[in-house]
């Protein structure tokens, strides 16, 4: 009797641990969000909940432009307007701010995986992400957006590396639970690096939703730590502006500095211009990486003069 139960024991445990080992393949195959991935996994940076994370190299240029509703030029492969120290090449059907706010969402609902991995999301829970309600309408549009993310092939050149390949390597839904299979180039890494791309207040500038150029010049200006003066007619230029007429797009700027400042002072962000000539002056809040980086700027012995 006493042998039988021992049997029985074993076989027991036989079976807990084969049960464990199971649930530990599974794991490791299928991590479940947010759970910690091993080292030599690649994944992009765990940036907090109210931010988004944007490449320096795209705010700074007119990858994603400031444009005017309406059919979209095809760019069948140009250097786009970017800053000194980036350059962008792009082939594929322009790209707007809202483009911008689909690839920071599936950027947000990827951070928490393996980059490269495909990442399941439902219709619903992306535009949730971008504070928009579920409709038929708006599915549609972001049916239509990811198509363009996903339609296009971009050279960008951002420090010492130039990433080639697509905004979205791959999507699939299924139509009838609207679940999205989503793929971003693992190879995309390198520009998320410590100090080649910013995390965007959201709440900002998900208020300044439907001004291209406020959400643009936001992101932009966002982007650097310390601002230095730009012209007006550089701004519009990244910004890809295709107002011809200058009078025009400097009453538009202003107008859309005017959100940006509104915008910023709601939710607690500095940020204030002044338009001196042809010179537009910034004064900003740095954030917390940006604030590091000006006091390690500040902490270097510079070279005697003469």
Same mark, same amino acid.
């Given at each position: ?5 021992? *049997? ?15 649930? %530990?393949?599974?794991?490791?195959? =299928?991590? +479940? ?23 320096? &190299?795209?705010?700074? !240029? ?17 250097? +786009? ?16 701010? &809202? ?23 439902? !219709?619903?829970? +992306? ?13 549609? #549009? +972001? ?11 971009? #050279? ?28 971003? =180039? ?5 520009? $998320?690096?410590?100090?080649?791309? #910013? ?14 150029? %406020?959400?643009?010049?936001?992101? $932009? ?6 601002? $230095?003066?730009?012209?007006?007619? #550089? ?5 890809? !502006? ?15 500095? *005017? ?11 500095? $940020? ?22 000006? %006091?390690?700027?500040? %902490? ?7």
């Amino acid at each position: 009797m006493a042998t039988k139960k021992l *049997d029985d024991l074993l076989a027991r445990m036989g079976e807990m641990q084969e049960k464990a080992r199971q649930r %530990a393949e599974r794991e490791k195959r =299928d991590p +479940l969000p947010g759970a910690p991935l091993s080292k030599n996994v690649v994944q992009l940076p765990l940036w907090p909940e109210p931010v988004r994370a944007v490449p320096n &190299g795209f705010l700074r !240029s007119a990858l994603f432009g400031a444009i005017a509703k309406g059919r979209r030029r095809y760019i069948n492969g140009e250097d +786009l307007a970017a800053v000194d120290g980036v350059t962008i090449r792009y082939k594929g059907e322009r790209l707007d701010q &809202g483009d911008l706010d689909v690839w920071e969402s599936v950027l947000h609902a990827v951070r928490l995986q393996e980059l490269g991995s495909q990442c399941r999301v439902t !219709s619903y829970a +992306l535009l949730k992400l971008m504070g928009k309600t579920d409709t038929g309408k708006n599915r549609t #549009t +972001l049916h239509n957006r990811i198509e363009r993310l996903v339609a296009n092939a971009v #050279t960008v050149k951002q420090g010492r590396y130039t990433y080639i390949g697509g905004l979205i390597r791959f999507a699939a839904k299924d139509e009838e639970t609207q679940e999205w299979v989503i793929e971003l =180039d693992e190879k995309l890494r390198p520009l $998320f690096a410590g100090d080649q791309f #910013t995390q965007v207040e959201w709440g900002v500038r998900h208020a300044l939703d439907g001004s291209q150029l %406020a959400q643009w010049l936001h992101g $932009f200006y966002a982007s650097h730590a310390k601002p $230095f003066p730009f012209k007006v007619e #550089t701004l519009l230029k990244l910004a890809g !502006s295709e107002n011809d007429n200058p009078s025009s797009g400097r009453q538009k700027l202003r107008k859309a500095l *005017d959100a940006v400042a509104e915008a910023s002072a709601a939710h607690g962000e500095g $940020f204030s211009y002044e338009i001196r000539g042809d010179l537009v002056h910034i004064e900003k809040k740095a954030q917390g990486a940006q604030r590091r980086h000006l %006091a390690k700027k500040a %902490a270097k012995p510079r070279k005697p003069r003469g």
